[in-house]
């Protein structure tokens, strides 16, 4: 997988609390960190059933995103997203 580069990727978060993005499957988290680690534009899908939800592995933090997907704009918190570049989708 280190030898593979991606253009564009979309994450789906199984969880988004306080900026950090977790999943609840080990190799699922580390699969989806190597990617990330390969991409040139990182997209995060989380609806709001997702916030503030926390599960066992964390992947980073959503400031490491370009972009980010949702269904609501008030569910954004901007505490956890300052000092980002990245860019809301509603």
């Given amino acids: ?19 950090i993005i977790s999943f609840e499957d080990q ?6 960190q190597l990617v990330l680690k390969n991409a040139k534009v990182k997209i995060l ?4 059933s997702k ?5 066992t592995f964390s ?9 980010f997907i949702t269904n609501e704009n008030s569910a954004v918190s901007e505490s956890s997203l ?6 809301i989708i509603y």
Avoid: W
């Fill in 59 to 67: 992947i980073g933090d959503i400031s490491e995103f370009d972009y």
């Fill in 27 to 32: 190799e699922d988290a580390y699969l989806k």
């Fill in 82 to 87: 300052e000092n980002s570049s990245l860019k």
């Fill in 51 to 55: 916030f503030e939800k926390s599960v």
């Fill in 1 to 19: 997988m280190n030898h593979i580069s991606f253009d564009v990727v979309f994450i789906g978060a199984a969880g988004l609390k306080n900026g």
């Fill in 45 to 48: 899908l989380a609806e709001t």
